[in-house]
């Protein structure tokens, strides 16, 4: 699956590179930029905005909700912003994991459920950048448009700065910044932390396409090899055993991926993986798994007794991620 990242999220690793939240490569030199920009343009909005709850004596009660609701939102980013920095070559390696060989696909249809999954991604990345861009515009102008001589967000300053001056629209520009750089980090993260399962969900509809129709993919393939010069002779049990032994590499590749996503997203990610896996063992049964030989059979059985256990991704190592979850909390 090459460049599978850079198709369905093309426009989040641009505005992420741009951003210093991804790298085709993180040196030193990158790491050590990224956290100056990070912490030049995330950290001192929030701090700010709080000082002005705290010091400030004649604050403005009508705004106290808009303040409060933008500050809360860019202390979130700030948190969320920061592993994509200090665990960048782990996250990268998340990214692009599903680009391995043994993801491959195998037929018009399997390639179709993975240009669905791409489309899908695309499509949510772009009402996310969509939404965003236009609230974010319309927020930093509004002041501007209402002839109000403030800024978008109510900070404190050490000393007054007066409006109408340079001092004043250049303070106006770092507070638009200071929202902006963390709002469009999460417009970037977001949709790619909920693609990436959507990537790995049309994996598993692959997994169980080749389970199901394991005999006839090995009938087209016997046809396919032994018309071939000067080929070994593979009868269809070995090239059935052959294809068993692929889907258990693709579904240990697939689990070796819900363990490094859960690594690096567990803190802010939801989930829409659980479960899914238990089909596959509905997928086995449905093949025509009565006519394999028996060390076939064996080997469906190590993959049907795997499957069983669930996919699951944690919220930091403590709750699982699932709809149960959600339901008790909320």
């Not at 049964?285 to 049907?304: F, Q, V």
């Amino acid at each position: 699956m090459e460049k599978l990242a850079k198709k369905s999220f093309s426009i989040n690793l641009k505005v992420m590179t741009a951003l210093h939240l991804y790298s085709s490569k993180t040196t030193r030199l990158h790491k050590v930029c990224a956290l100056i920009i990070y912490f030049l343009f995330s950290f001192h909005v929030p701090l700010l905005g709080s000082l002005y709850f705290l010091l400030e004596k004649d604050i403005n009660i009508e705004r106290v909700s808009d303040n409060a609701f933008v500050l809360a939102e860019v202390v979130s980013c700030f948190f969320k912003l920061l592993p994509f920095i200090t665990n960048g070559n782990k996250i990268r390696r998340c990214i692009h994991h599903l680009e391995a060989p043994v993801f491959q696909v195998f037929n018009n249809q399997q390639q179709a459920i993975v240009n669905t999954c791409i489309d899908t991604c695309r499509r949510n990345s772009r009402i996310f950048f969509v939404l965003l861009l236009s609230g974010y515009t319309l927020w930093s102008i509004k002041p501007l448009l209402l002839g109000d001589h403030r800024w978008p967000i109510d900070v404190w300053l050490p000393v007054n700065v007066n409006n109408k001056t340079i001092s004043f629209y250049f303070v106006y520009f770092y507070l638009i910044v200071g929202v902006g750089y963390p709002g469009l980090g999460s417009a970037a993260i977001d949709p790619l932390i909920g693609g990436l399962p959507c990537l790995v969900t049309g994996q598993l509809k692959i997994l169980k396409d080749n389970l199901e129709f394991l005999s006839e993919n090995a009938e087209e393939l016997e046809q396919i090899v032994n018309q071939m010069p000067n080929s070994k002779i593979f009868t269809k049990s070995e090239i059935i055993y052959e294809k068993i032994k692929q889907s258990v590499k693709h579904h240990n590749a697939i689990l070796n991926f819900v363990e490094e996503y859960e690594e690096c997203f567990s803190p802010i990610v939801f989930s829409q993986l659980v479960g899914s896996s238990n089909a596959l063992t509905n997928s086995i049964y449905m093949g025509n798994w009565y006519e394999y030989d028996i060390k076939s059979r064996k080997a469906l059985i190590t993959l049907m007794e795997r499957s069983k256990i669930p996919m699951k991704v944690t919220a930091g190592k403590i709750l699982d991620l699932s709809l149960e979850t959600f339901t008790t909390l909320y």
